[in-house]
């Protein structure tokens, strides 16, 4: 007991040390509990034997997070976006692992392992990628929706490789593996279950299989919703968990009596249910639980990293690491070319993909476990991966100076003709600019629009609505949309400073204007009147307090 709370206290308090840390970085938490891990391991030799048994353990918070992932999945949202999930995604999937399994076997490894390592290959950091694309506000550029439609299309593909991984196991390894796992998971009742199922035709187990599938989308459909209420009545919160729990680990029980992988089935479960109204408490009750079991899984994997191959054969490490990413990278621009992506984003795309992935310490504990991967070829690739992973931040700094030379070489667009004005100018025309001008523009008042971004521009006028092309801030244009004439402006552009410019400009102009500016935060609404802005509109204050009148409202 002294020795489990010891090793307990450990792990603990490395992921509290350690991946706080890692998040403020900006490497993301799947680096800092790897970082934790190493720590614990090859640095300070504080974690060992034990790791074994941990990480068979949490392996089950990856089938979590798989159902969780399904619950996020709607069917009809998964139909809608087919075109990029098995365009776009698909082949960067497929031809990664026929790009790096074909170059492992030109260098002579068996086709098995070069077809697990590409697999490895083909899989891109989902955690590091979409924090890093979030915090630089790129998600919703187009470069940005492609590399998460490709992300999700991974974290998909992880279903069915996790699937097949016991057809590719090798002669030599099967048998070992196969002995060390009826160790660990035929014991008790479940012991004669498996054997007679073993004894069964492969006929029988084919169809029996298929029966299982079935029952549980049948039960997920028909009978979810009445257990669920059965549970509830009960108004006890523990037995939510407790039916939540049930469900996850009964299907993932039946689908490893089959031999399948417990992820399918739990993935298929959560899909089924992601239109059920007790979607969200299934995703409450089982979140704890995953995070704990996929930190405490990246920390075991963490502390089996071998880094005395690095230390012994640096230049063949930095040699996998940079083949890799060169890999990744031409094979994303490949895609990115044929679905027509721009240069900029085209650059996203490839940089911000190219790095190994977190399923990827997944999939080699499980082909190791299958007899599909040997430990040695296992050492190397978790070490490629996390070098790669590490790297991620390095790329994205790539891609930021490549993005920054394309935009100095780029001509800037001539602005529009203005041959029109009104009494109102708008400024930016992005979701706040539209709702103001809609609304004067229903009142009977003309309005000039101007905006800096083409597209919305474009998007605006098949709307019919009309606006023109050019820097806002810019005095000429002002000018020429009629400031000397016009009674109000409305300044809703995005960038802080060059709205703060626009007003001071315009008030040294038209001291009698009236000047309705947004502001982004309190800072800037101080900035804003300093410069002469009359009315300001924080652009999320506003809503808050309507939200929050709503709700002082209905306490009485």
């Known amino acids: ?35 934790a891990g190493i720590l614990m391991g090859p640095i300070l030799g504080l974690a060992g034997a034990e790791t074994v048994d941990l990480q ?44 790096v399994a074909g170059a492992l076997i030109a260098l002579g490894q068996p086709w098995q392992v070069a077809v697990v390592i590409g697999m490895l290959g083909a899989l891109s950091s989902t955690a590091i990628v979409l924090q890093t694309l979030t915090e630089k506000n790129l998600m919703r550029t187009p470069g940005g929706r492609s590399v998460f ?35 660990h998971t035929t014991s008790g009742v479940a012991e004669p279950l498996i054997s007679m199922i073993q004894t069964l035709p492969a006929w029988q187990v084919t169809i029996l299989t298929l029966a299982i599938v079935a029952a549980i989308i049948l039960a997920g459909h028909y009978l979810s919703r009445p257990i669920f209420r059965f549970v509830h009545a009960a108004r006890l919160p523990e037995m939510s968990t407790f039916i939540s729990l049930l469900m996850v680990l009964g ?12 992820a399918l089935g739990t993935f298929v479960a959560g899909v089924v249910l992601a239109n059920s109204e007790f979607r969200h408490q299934l995703e409450a009750d089982l979140q704890p639980f995953k995070g704990l079991l996929m930190g405490l899984f990246f920390m075991t994997v963490g502390v089996g990293i071998n880094f005395a191959t690095l230390v012994h054969a640096p230049l063949k490490v930095m040699v996998l690491v940079a083949g890799l990413i060169v890999i990744k990278v031409v094979i994303l621009n490949i895609v990115a070319r044929i679905f027509r992506l721009k240069t900029r984003d085209r650059t996203l795309f490839a940089l911000g993909l190219a790095q190994g992935g977190e399923f990827g310490f997944l999939i080699i504990t499980i082909a190791r476990n299958e007899g599909a991967l040997p430990t040695a070829d296992a050492q190397m690739a978790q070490l490629v991966i996390s070098l ?93 949309a009629g400031l000397m004439q016009a009674q109000v402006l409305v300044v809703a552009v995005d960038d802080t400073e060059k709205a703060v410019q626009m007003v001071r400009f315009v008030r040294s102009k038209r001291p009698d204007i009236h000047i309705v500016a947004r502001a982004h935060d309190r800072i800037h609404v101080y900035e804003l009147f300093q410069a002469g802005a009359n009315d300001i509109v924080r652009e999320t204050f506003d809503s808050s307090l309507r939200a929050g009148r709503y709700v002082l409202e209905n306490m009485g």
């Open 1 to 35: 007991m002294e020795s489990f709370l010891l090793q307990a206290s450990i792990y603990l308090g490395a992921a509290v040390l350690v991946v706080p840390l890692s998040v403020r970085l900006g490497l993301g938490s799947v680096l800092g509990y790897i970082a």
């Open 149 to 183: 439609s490709v992300l999700l299309t991974q974290d998909l593909a992880v279903v069915p490789m996790l699937s097949v991984m016991p057809l590719l196991a090798l002669p030599i390894l099967h048998g070992e593996a196969a002995g060390t796992t009826t160790a």
């Open 251 to 262: 299907i993932a029980f039946l689908m490893m009596v089959v031999g399948l992988s417990p």
């Open 388 to 480: 790669s992973m590490l790297l991620t931040p390095l790329l994205f700094l790539g891609y930021d100076a490549i993005s920054r030379r394309i935009a100095a070489r780029q001509p800037e667009l001539p602005a529009d003709e203005i041959n029109e004005t009104g009494a109102v100018i708008i400024a930016g025309i992005g979701r706040f600019g539209q709702v103001v001008n809609r609304l004067v523009r229903h009142s009977g008042l003309q309005t000039v629009v101007l905006d800096s971004d083409m597209s919305m521009i474009e998007t605006m006028r098949r709307f019919g609505v009309k606006g023109y092309f050019g820097d806002p801030s810019r005095p000429e244009l002002l000018e020429a």
């Open 56 to 99: 068979e353990f949490s392996e089950f918070g990856v089938v979590l997070m798989l159902f969780l992932i399904g619950l996020e999945l709607e069917p009809k949202a998964l139909w809608d976006m087919r075109a990029k999930l098995i365009g776009m995604g698909g082949l960067q999937v497929s031809l990664t692992i026929l790009a």
